[in-house]
């Protein structure tokens, strides 16, 4: 059993006029998976007989966005998935007109699409099946429960997860139309929609975003910026779903699309505490900080009904309590920190007059006074005026 291109056949036989079924089928709506061949009798060789029955020198016509499955007795026989009119023919073997389907169709095909011998004797049941490979767009998909999210800051020491809420919507396409019909749809009567398989596929999905977030927030990705990492999204979605979706069913996510992603209320106000805490490590910011609740305390204590001096009371016992000394934290940020001297005899870093580690002295810089402006310097020149050092 075989297929041949109906240009080429007409033109080198007499057979064109005597064409006996004509297998074709409409466009395919998007929200459908698969349909089954409607048969309409053409020509002088009008066959009346039974529906699932090919005869010799029927066409069969496929359009573009289309793959035609030939079944004889719920096995696949072959498969053609170039536009085009063929003509079937009992006598030759499988065709295989895989057109811009994925490589593997051609091996699975040889692995499960053996055809079946029957005596010399026409199959009891053949049926041809049309399946839809165009881009199947709108799916959408919602976590009904959050899903984690490990928020990795290293610069602001935040390591934690999160509980993300993420709507949107994914396309797909049916890449080996032979392992859905084996997998999956069989011999069914005449239409399978995407309705058939939605629920299941979106459960899936869903299921395979939490190690999809891992691998995006080990790249130090933020949920917040993954509507722009779509593109990885789909192909991390695509690994984690390869067994289910591609190896078993023939099935591909081709794009994806994120309408929302959020944090629940507990967990953005935990994150933007932990953000706000870690800039006060900044000894700068942190002490503006004190200083400006502070003149914030002495405006709120000035307006006690009880009088001014109650409030500045109750607001230097709050500081005491707290231990908090603003002066005492501006002169530690004028204070300049302590020079730091590298050992020369074990690499240990210092910053006294004897290494910790070893005990070797500090070694003594020789300086020198600029005699034009009294700078003391250590190098050659005078930082202050550029003289240069005395011989």
């Not at 109906?6 to 080198?12: E, F, Q, V, Y």
């Not at 299921?207 to 722009?228: D, M, N, V, W």
């Not at 953005?268 to 942190?286: G, H, V, Y």
Request: net charge negative.
């Amino acid at each position: 059993m075989g297929l041949i291109q109906a240009a080429i056949s007409a033109t080198t036989s007499t057979i064109s006029d005597s064409w006996k079924e004509y297998f074709y089928c409409d466009a395919i709506p998007n929200d459908v998976l698969a349909i089954k061949g409607h048969k309409k009798v053409r020509g002088i060789g009008s066959n009346n007989g039974d529906d699932n029955i090919i005869s010799d020198g029927s066409v069969i016509s496929v359009a573009d966005g289309q793959c035609m499955l030939i079944v004889e007795n719920g096995k696949v026989v072959d498969i053609c998935a170039e536009p085009g009119e063929f003509v079937y023919d009992s006598s030759t073997e499988p065709s295989l007109f895989t057109g811009s389907l994925d490589e593997s169709v051609r091996r699975i095909f040889e692995q499960i699409g053996k055809r079946f011998t029957f005596g010399g004797q026409p199959a009891d049941d053949q049926r041809v099946y049309y399946f839809n490979t165009k881009e199947i767009v709108g799916n959408k998909y919602g976590t009904a429960n959050p899903v984690p999210f490990r928020v990795q800051e290293k610069e602001a020491g935040i390591n934690l997860d999160v509980s993300l809420r993420c709507f949107g919507e994914y396309s797909l396409k049916l890449i080996d139309p032979v392992l859905f019909y084996t997998n999956v749809c069989g011999n069914f009567k005449e239409v399978y929609p995407v309705s058939e398989l939605s629920d299941q596929l979106k459960s899936e999905l869903l299921t395979a975003l939490q190690p999809a977030f891992a691998k995006l927030s080990e790249e130090g990705i933020r949920y917040s910026e993954i509507p722009a990492h779509t593109k990885e999204l789909s192909d991390l979605l695509n690994t984690e779903l390869s067994e289910k979706w591609k190896d078993l069913r023939g099935l591909e996510i081709v794009s994806l699309g994120v309408n929302s992603i959020t944090a629940t209320e507990e967990d953005e106000a935990r994150l933007k505490d932990m953000q706000a805490a870690t800039t006060f490590k900044d000894p700068a910011l942190a002490t503006a900080n004190l200083a400006s609740a502070t003149a914030q305390g002495i405006k709120e204590a000035a307006k006690n009904e009880n009088g001014a001096a109650v409030g500045f009371m109750n607001m230097n016992a709050a500081q005491q309590a707290g231990g908090v000394n603003l002066q005492g934290m501006y002169q530690q940020m004028a204070t300049p920190a302590a020079a730091t001297w590298v050992c020369p005899k074990c690499g240990a870093t210092c910053d006294g007059n004897f290494c910790s580690k070893c005990g070797e002295p500090r070694p003594v810089v020789n300086k020198w006074t600029c005699p034009q402006c009294a700078q003391e310097n250590e190098g050659n020149f005078c930082s202050n005026c550029g003289t240069k050092r005395p011989e």
